[in-house]
Structure formats: C-alpha cells, structure tokens
C-alpha cells in the first residue's frame, strides 16, 4: 500500500482548544522505533502487505486526555513485507513510483485527525476518530475507532482505517478511472488498509 505521513490532530473539542485558566498541553514524543504503521492493498488475484517509517511526531495530552498529535512518514520508505528478492524490489519501486505516490514529487502525506468522541468498548476501540487525509497533495475525509490507552508520562492510539485511493489520484489500474471489464483479473481495488500503533515516551 501505500504509505503516508499521518499529522493528527486528536479533540474532543476544537483542536488544542485551551479553556481560560487550564493547563498547557504536554508534548509527548511518538517513540519511532516502538511505534508501527502498516498496509494492506488488495487486487483481484489476491493482496499484498507492508509497512512504513515514521519519522517523527508527537501527541499532546492536556489533563488526561489527548487534544492533539502530529506524526511525519517517510514515503520514500514504502516497504513490501509479503515478497522478497527481485518481486520485492519491483513492487517497491513501482510503488513509489508516479503510477501509485509518486514519491519523488510527494515525499510525505499527512493525516489530521478533527474529533476524538467516546465509544463504548467494541473489539479493544474505545474513541471515534474522524479527520482528513493529505495524499499526493489531495484531501480526503475519514472515520475510523481507535483505543487510547494513557499513562503518567506514555500514552498509546491504535486503529485501523480504509482509504480510497481513487480520492488521491492514485489510478494505476483503479475501476474508478479506467473499465473495470477491460482491466479484468489486473484489476486492483480502490480500497486499502492503514493499521497504526503510536506510542510515546
């Protein structure tokens, strides 16, 4: 799939909204090398999987809750998990190439989270977070749950979400710009999965 650099921002209110008299957010930095972003994209004759780098980030925490976070990924670092050798490498490099995110041109992606509501606990997700999504320099609306998990100095956001990749300019081979019977079994569908583990410290 596809990578991006996720920017949230995380509120139950309007983001990193201060009322008069209450504390400053505390920056928490998103430890990288703990924290973990993944992909999977599907086609007709089956799917591949991956991951991604991030490159830095922080998420902010004002009086025990989380009012904001921003987190940076490295397009460049697409990385294939499911292939190996030359089939690895090709995907990779086609990938990051202008028929998908043109890496080159579009280095990273963000993601901003708008709103963070409660949920009643359904599979381990406790918040239900809606925001936008900046790939290839298109944006796009998305909702999805996540569980936050806070401790005295850490704090956790995983989740799970599914794009478009049709809202991107992402074409190659997509029923959204080309016929689907003319594409047949090359076919690769439009939506894709991003899992995420942020973690600080």
């Known amino acids: 799939m596809y990578t991006l650099i996720l920017s949230a921002a995380l509120a139950m209110t309007p983001l990193l909204d201060t009322t008069e008299g209450g504390t400053e957010p505390a920056k928490q930095t998103v430890n990288t090398k703990q924290s973990t972003i993944t992909w999977i994209g599907n086609k007709v004759t089956g799917s591949h999987n991956g991951d991604i780098q991030i490159s830095n980030g922080y998420i902010n925490v004002q009086e025990g809750m989380v009012t904001g976070a921003s987190v940076i990924i490295d397009m460049t670092s697409i990385n294939t998990t499911d292939l190996e050798g030359g089939s690895k490498e090709s995907l990779d490099g086609h990938l990051k190439s202008d028929d998908f995110f043109g890496v080159e041109q579009f280095p990273t992606a963000?993601?901003?989270?708008?709103?963070?509501?409660?949920?009643?606990?359904?599979?381990?997700?406790?918040?239900?977070?809606?925001?936008?999504?900046?790939?290839?320099?298109?944006?796009?609306?998305?909702?999805?749950?996540?569980?936050?998990?806070?401790?005295?100095?850490?704090?956790?956001?995983?989740?799970?979400?599914?794009?478009?990749?049709?809202?991107?300019?992402?074409?190659?081979?997509?029923?959204?710009?080309?016929?689907?019977?003319?594409?047949?079994?090359?076919?690769?569908?439009?939506?894709?999965?991003?899992?995420?583990?942020?973690?600080?410290?």
């Open 110 to 201: 963000q993601f901003e989270l708008i709103s963070l509501n409660p949920l009643r606990a359904a599979n381990g997700m406790n918040y239900s977070a809606m925001g936008t999504v900046t790939i290839k320099g298109r944006t796009a609306e998305v909702a999805f749950p996540v569980k936050v998990e806070m401790g005295k100095s850490e704090t956790t956001i995983s989740g799970e979400m599914i794009l478009d990749r049709s809202n991107f300019d992402v074409r190659f081979r997509s029923k959204s710009f080309f016929d689907p019977a003319e594409l047949g079994d090359k076919l690769i569908y439009d939506e894709f999965t991003i899992g995420f583990t942020l973690k600080t410290s």
